[in-house]
């Protein structure tokens, strides 16, 4: 069980450059493909991909050029929009699958999301999913933190990959950039002081 820290809705304290992680684009497409390479190597052959938004949305769309299936996307918010350093105490849907039951009944579904931090957006997603009577769930993260986690994996999930296991730290990805000049910059100095 995870501590009650985890749903604090404090706000985080302002993180130094070197409390937080960047990745590039150029990160992220090589640990896309590596995830693609090890759902196919696993032998789950998925009928089609579900993007977690939006952070899910752009790796969704790199394993789908390797694994050739289609997407559907659903949205879900844990964060707080005008705050996005707060977290809200649960998950809420705000797109989900048109007619979901009809194209998701049966399939065997990828569900992809850029971070398993709470694993607690997984794991409503992944609920959510079930209950549309999918044949099966497999889970891909790019990032999994290595930290306790107040979800869990439903039991009928069978295949979970994670492109790194990374520390709890605030991870940067390209996509929420203001400045995409800037943020590589970063993400490159970072590089040569590990």
Known sequence: QAPPSIFSAQPRAALTMSEKLFYTYEDIHK??????????TAGFDADLIVAIGSGGFIPARIIRTFLKKPILAVGVVFYDETAPERRLETPRAVQWVDNAEKQLAGKKVLLVDEVDDTRTTLEFCVRELLKNKVAEVAVAVLHNKTKPKAGTIPAEVHHYFAGQTIEDRWVCYPWDAIDIDAHVASANSAAKTA
């Open 31 to 40: 640990t896309s493909k590596a995830l693609a390479e090890a759902v196919q």
